[in-house]
């Protein structure tokens, strides 16, 4: 981080420990719960073919204390927006492919009533393809995010529909996932899942990790690691245990209890900094593998990951 640190000690006086980081000053976000009341109770209007990705934008928005209607056809959502009037949504999540014949019977049956063409709305497009930002503020979506969407990434945008602060056109599709380089020749079945949501702790074990030899991708909390995890196989998941939206031990439920149905097993290694008495056991029956305290060395992480991993690929 560019700085520097050390110690001063006097026999019989005792000892000074220092150090010094060069920080920059950022701008104060509002606290995240008073985004989440300042806007609780806003009606929201989902439309999208798949129940899976109906059931997270729910749980989504409920986890904000907004107000979502649940639609799979644009018939559907017609029929809800018409049945609103006195108490309109505040925006609308389109998960339906820009080029169909839903999407194209949704946004005809909009432009029929100018009231309804009004409400903001946001794409969510499978693919970030060339051309679909143009397409898509044509025919009158504020933004679009791609699949999978990180809940944050889609509050942000949300508060910004609702507060006409988002400019039409805006993008804001996913980024590239954070990941250590891999070493040499590293297999896609290697890859480890840190499931950590303090940025710095992210930037550190990513920086541990690519020292070791192992490849990893980030998820900011529990929520998040589950849908990674039920998208593709991690052998390692490391997971802290406190974390906002959903916590470690809820989210290795749900893991253990998709990975009972077939597939796979994650290793799932408990990496928390409240180290008590009996907390070992108690994360082991929730369905972990191992414990890990923090804060932590290099040498006990590379033994951890040999233990579960073996050996990393060869330079």
């Known amino acids: 981080m560019g700085g520097e640190i050390g110690m001063e000690s006097a ?33 929201v209007l989902v439309v999208d073919h798949g129940a899976r990705a109906r059931e997270l934008l729910r749980e989504y928005l409920l986890s904000w204390k907004m107000r979502p209607t649940v639609t799979a056809t644009a ?5 809800s927006l018409g049945q609103a009037a006195d108490e309109p949504f505040k925006a609308m999540i389109v998960g339906l492919d820009l080029e169909g014949e839903e999407c194209q019977r949704l946004l005809a049956g909009l432009e029929q009533k100018p009231a309804l063409a009004a409400i903001p709305r946001l794409l969510l497009a499978d693919l970030d393809e060339k051309g679909v930002s143009a397409r898509a503020t044509a025919l009158g979506f504020g933004a679009y995010l791609t ?4 809940q944050s990434r ?9 507060n006409r602060t988002v400019a039409p056109g805006t993008v804001l599709p996913e980024p590239a996932a954070t990941a250590t380089e891999p070493a040499g020749d590293a297999g896609i079945g290697s890859l480890i ?27 900011e909390n529990g929520q998040i690691a589950v849908e ?3 998208a593709r196989h991690y052998p390692l998941i490391l997971m802290d245990v406190q974390m906002p939206v959903m916590d470690g031990i809820e989210a ?15 290793a799932i290694v408990a990496m928390t900094a409240n180290a008590m ?15 890990q305290s923090k804060p932590y060395g290099l040498e006990h992480l590379r033994a951890l990951l040999r233990k579960w991993l073996g050996e990393p690929p060869a330079e």
């Open 154 to 162: 889609l509050f942000d945008l949300l508060v910004g529909l609702f």
């Open 147 to 150: 699949k999978p969407v990180h």
């Open 277 to 291: 008495e009996g907390d070992r056991e108690r994360l082991l029956a929730e369905g972990m593998d191992d414990y």
């Open 75 to 79: 018939t559907e959502a017609l029929e």
């Open 228 to 230: 990674k995890a039920l």
């Open 11 to 43: 026999e019989g006086f005792g000892s000074t420990f220092w150090f010094r980081v060069p920080l920059g000053l950022v701008e104060v976000e509002p606290d995240l719960s008073s985004r989440i009341e300042e806007h609780g109770g806003s009606r």
């Open 193 to 219: 899942l840190l499931v950590e949501d303090n940025p710095i702790n992210q930037k550190l074990a990513l920086n541990q990790l690519r020292k070791l030899g192992y490849t990893a991708e980030v998820a």
């Open 252 to 266: 290795t439920r749900r893991i253990r209890a998709a990975q009972a149905g077939g597939g796979k097993r994650s």
